[in-house]
């Protein structure tokens, strides 16, 4: 009996490791069609970029009404926002994967690969079901899922553990490196200030930790400034500090079939392989691994050090 349960097990394992490549096969393959649809499509027209019918259309988002206590809020603004307009239930609870994905590709008109791709991992880390399942937003901010050290918006999880709390101070600085035309960030000032983040984290924090993964989404996060928000000053700091959507706003992506990871990742790696030397690409810090990285277990002892601060 024994025997068949570990056999069964080990069954399971295999097709399920084929089936994640086979997904991503697919899904990589469909963004790259969409990359090639977007080079010899028409962009959409300045003032028209959020289509008829969906919320934020002519530059009028809904209401913004920032999060009560009780709400659930996560470590990215963006998503914040989202439920502060009411884009997605207000009280960030039990959002379907499938309606999160929807709903990210009609705010910030990602191209649907990474609408599916990022919500889908993130059911996958927390051991949910994407097509049946909700999420909480609190779900998101699990220590060294996607939310990581050295942040550019919040400070690391060992001086924090709240994680959906903006850190000003750091918001400031950010906001402060911008050297681009018209009050912009550019790449090369992302780099600058992601280099600095990690050099202060890394001398500060004792548990601080950054896997080269870890790097690759933190520079990913970041470059949604560049390529949603077009870099510009004035909007980062209304969605950063406030988590809201500023009025009149639409995404700087024009494109039609949205931003493609194809193109995204050309700003991500150009924004990480400009970070410092010691602190770039160049290697791990600490043990982000150290068995219970990922998924619930981590969770729950992110929960007990929340628990501990609030006690
Ligand atoms: C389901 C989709 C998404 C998930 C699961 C997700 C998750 C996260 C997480 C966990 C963080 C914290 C990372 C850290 O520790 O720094 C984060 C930060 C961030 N995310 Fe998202 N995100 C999603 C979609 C988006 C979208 C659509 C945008 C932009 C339009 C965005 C923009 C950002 C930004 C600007 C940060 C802050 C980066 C920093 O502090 O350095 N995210 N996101």
């Not at 977007?38 to 300045?46: E, G, Y």
Request: one cysteine or more.
């Amino acid at each position: 009996m024994l025997f068949f349960k570990a056999l069964s097990r080990i069954f399971g394992a295999i097709s399920g490791f084929f089936t994640g490549i086979a997904n991503n096969i697919f899904v990589f393959s469909w963004d790259f069609s969409l990359f090639l649809l977007n080079l010899v499509s028409f962009k959409r027209k300045v003032g028209e970029v959020t289509l008829k019918g969906n919320a934020g259309y002519g530059g009028k988002w809904p209401e913004y009404i920032p999060p009560k206590e009780t709400d659930s809020r996560s470590a990215c603004p963006a998503l914040n926002a989202m439920a502060n307009h009411g884009i997605i239930p207000r009280d960030g609870r039990n959002i379907p994967y499938k309606g999160l994905s929807a709903a990210i590709r009609k705010t910030y008109n990602f191209a649907p690969t990474f609408c599916y791709f990022v919500p889908k991992y993130m059911a996958d880390l927390l051991t949910r079901d994407h097509n049946r399942d909700t999420i909480n937003l609190h779900d998101i901010s699990v220590h060294n899922g996607i939310e990581h050290d050295a942040s550019l918006t919040r400070h690391d999880v060992y001086f924090q553990p709240d994680q959906s709390k903006p850190a000003l101070d750091l918001i400031e600085d950010l906001l402060a490196a911008a050297t681009g035309p018209n009050n912009t960030l550019t790449p090369h000032d992302l780099s600058v200030i992601s280099t600095r983040r990690r050099r202060e984290a890394r001398a500060n924090n004792s548990s601080f930790t950054l896997s080269t993964f870890h790097k690759l989404f933190g520079s990913s996060n970041s470059s949604t400034l560049l390529t949603i928000f077009g870099g510009r000053v004035n909007d980062i700091e209304v969605l950063l500090k406030e988590e809201r959507i500023p009025d009149g706003w639409e995404s700087r992506v024009r494109d039609p079939f949205g931003l493609t990871f194809a193109k995204f990742n050309s700003t991500v790696f150009r924004v990480e392989l400009g970070i410092d030397g010691s602190s770039g690409l160049g290697g791990d810090y600490g043990h982000p691994t150290d068995g219970k990285a990922y998924g619930r277990s981590n969770q729950n002892s992110h929960d007990e050090k929340m628990k501990e601060i609030s006690e």
